[in-house]
């Protein structure tokens, strides 16, 4: 099988995208080259295009002139929605990371209805968490039972809450849908969305959320119960410089890319 050369542009320069274009440009996975890089913060694209050999972009027109192959959302949900479809129409393939804006169906909708006219593909990641394969396994047969808990560090949750969060108990936040989650907690509970998605959907999968000052960075578990048995899948990343996002969903984004050019693949 022919390892295709494709283009990847980055719309997002911040923690993750800039773990991507790295790894990227360093060669670890092999059948890539970094197309245009691009932000709001024009400077950081620019230091990033440098560190990389990327083509700085002024904006998203300029990164799609480049014609890339696949583009790497790694810039927010707002971001997301604006870029989603254009890229698409132009014929690029779509790897988001702020997944949570997929949690309003109609948006979905049209993404799903745009990439199917274009010939196209939406490739979700698995993110901060993982198991995907099996949520979508499992999923096949009879009814799926998922929860998920995010469980973070409270100054994790400083943005989303107004108030100061007690530093020497447990503070259960939130319980209610995924939809629900992402509409209170926008940049906090993508992964949530994302296992939802691969689940009931984001308006049928439990979502918790707590401040949890006993642990140094945010908690991910999703508990599965159906036919097949039960199954619980946890993640906690090493708490790092910053507290929201987990380095483990810029890797997930990685490895989506080898997996599109292995020719024995783990799914
Ligand atoms: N799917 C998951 O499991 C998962 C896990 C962690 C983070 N995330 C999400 O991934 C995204 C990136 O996370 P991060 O930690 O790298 O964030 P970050 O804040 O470090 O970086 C985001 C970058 O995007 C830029 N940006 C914002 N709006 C933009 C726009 N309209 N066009 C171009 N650039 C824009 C910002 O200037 C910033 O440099 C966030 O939305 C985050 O919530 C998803």
């Known amino acids: 099988m022919e390892k295709k050369n494709r283009t990847v542009g980055l719309v997002g320069c911040g923690l993750l995208g800039r773990i991507v274009a790295q790894d990227i440009a360093g060669g670890l996975i092999s059948g890539y080259r970094l197309a245009g890089l691009t932000d709001v913060d024009a400077d950081l694209a620019k230091q990033l295009a440098a560190e990389t050999g990327g083509t700085f972009c002024a904006g998203l027109g300029e990164l799609l002139a480049q014609k890339p192959d696949l583009v790497v959302e790694a810039a927010g949900g707002p971001a997301l929605r604006e870029l989603a479809l254009p890229v698409l129409r132009a014929g690029a393939s779509l790897i988001p ?9 109609g948006f979905c909708e049209e993404v799903r209805r745009t990439a199917e006219e274009q010939g196209v593909r939406v490739y979700l990641p698995s993110g901060a968490i993982g198991g995907f394969d099996l949520i979508r396994a499992a999923k096949l047969h009879g009814e799926l039972r998922a929860t998920i808990a995010n469980d973070k560090p409270p100054r994790s949750l400083q943005e989303a809450v107004p108030y100061p969060l007690p530093e020497d108990r447990e503070e259960p936040l939130f319980a209610g ?67 929201r996002s987990s380095t483990l969903a810029a890797y997930s984004v990685l490895a989506l890319l080898q997996k599109l050019n292995d020719t024995i693949v783990f799914l």
């Open 177 to 243: 849908s995924a939809r629900e989650a992402i509409a209170r907690f926008p940049k906090n509970v993508n992964v949530a969305v994302a296992a939802a998605l691969a689940a009931n959907g984001p308006g049928e999968t439990r979502v918790t959320v707590s401040s949890r000052p006993d642990l140094s960075a945010p908690r991910h578990t999703i508990r599965l119960e159906g036919a097949f048995g039960q199954a619980v899948i946890q993640v906690d990343p090493k708490a790092g410089e910053n507290q």
């Open 97 to 105: 990371l702020s997944i949570g804006a997929f949690a309003d169906e």
